[in-house]
């Protein structure tokens, strides 16, 4: 009898082990963060975006200086080339003098869509789908000050890619709410996108040429066809992933494109608009909980009305980096 009683406390302890972690019902978790289920209607937190890069390692931004009175080139990655031209750079707080001291450029470069979910910026234009080559973020100081550029020399970024289109243009990009991440583009005819192609070595090479003028956000992108059936994606996850510790993405697979999804506290969820209904895109969630990640994948051949659910895993920052790097 007690061998039984032995065995049926096996079992019993073998089939709640394997119970799951999540549901769409709450599980409460003594002591933890699994315990906060409620939405808040803040924008995302600073503390949620540094957290977040600070671990998943943002792609390296390029740094350097320069000499603003003379013609200047550089090379990134062999690939990438920004031409600037002389005595382009001004104080922002006096545009009329040209800066004759050296000036500190930052350039971010964004042409995976791994490394927009990282930056946690959408190819969007007022809530419509962008196809994106390239998008771009400079700066330049000088003393400690912002600088700006006069727009009768822009500046010049050239690289090279393999399936060119003739359909991409400039966008610039400014910020809704003054941060760096909250980028809304805009179509802006003062820059110009055009193609080039050469040989290199007996090759033939081919890529895009940008001109901006000015500095911080720019791009390559073009507005995705929407002129056929649309549709909107709404997204819930288990109670314990909420919009203070949860970010979520749309990720097109046949184009370029990555849009951030929306919070919703009142619906409890996250969603987008003006899809194509025949999109191939992959839903992505990433959750930082007690400093550890969590992800949320489906992928959708064809979009229809109806919520869309995912269930995170836990998952190491390796793996969810190699997972950015794979879309």
């Not at 994606?233 to 046949?254: C, S």
């Not at 969630?285 to 869309?308: E, H, K, V």
């Amino acid at each position: 009898m007690k061998k039984v009683f032995f065995y049926i406390f096996i079992i019993f302890a073998t089939i709640t082990s394997c119970k799951k972690d999540f549901s769409d019902e709450f599980t409460p978790y003594q002591g933890m963060s699994f315990n906060d289920t409620t939405w808040t209607n803040e924008p995302i937190s600073n503390d949620l975006i540094d957290s977040l890069q600070v671990q998943l390692g943002l792609p390296m931004a390029y740094y350097t200086t320069f000499n603003p009175t003379h013609d200047t080139a550089f090379w990134l990655n062999n690939d990438i080339q920004l031409k600037i031209p002389a005595y382009t750079s001004a104080y922002v707080s006096n545009t009329a003098n040209p800066v004759t001291d050296p000036v500190y450029l930052r350039l971010i470069t964004l042409k995976e869509r791994g490394d927009f979910i990282r930056y946690l910026i959408s190819t969007t234009f007022n809530q419509y789908p962008l196809v994106c080559a390239a998008d771009f973020y400079v700066s330049f100081t000088s003393n400690n000050q912002p600088i700006a550029i006069a727009p009768a020399k822009p500046i010049t970024i050239q690289w090279m890619d393999d399936n060119v289109n003739n359909a991409m243009q400039f966008y610039s990009g400014s910020s809704n709410t003054g941060g760096q991440y909250e980028v809304n583009w805009q179509q802006d005819n003062n820059g110009s996108v055009t193609r080039w192609d050469t040989l290199v070595n007996g090759m033939h090479k081919t890529g895009y040429r940008l001109q901006s003028p000015h500095l911080q956000w720019m791009g390559a992108n073009y507005l995705m066809d929407t002129t056929q059936a649309t549709t909107n994606l709404n997204v819930v996850l288990p109670l314990n992933f909420n919009n203070k510790n949860t970010i979520a993405f749309a990720v097109f697979n046949n184009v370029k494109s990555v849009i951030r999804l929306t919070p919703s506290a009142i619906e409890k969820g996250f969603y987008t608009t003006n899809l194509p209904t025949n999109a191939n895109i992959t839903i992505v969630s990433i959750s930082l909980i007690n400093n550890s990640f969590y992800l949320g994948t489906n992928t959708l051949f064809g979009l229809s009305a109806g919520l869309q659910k995912l269930y995170p895993k836990k998952i190491s920052v390796q793996s969810l980096n190699v997972f950015l790097n794979s879309l």
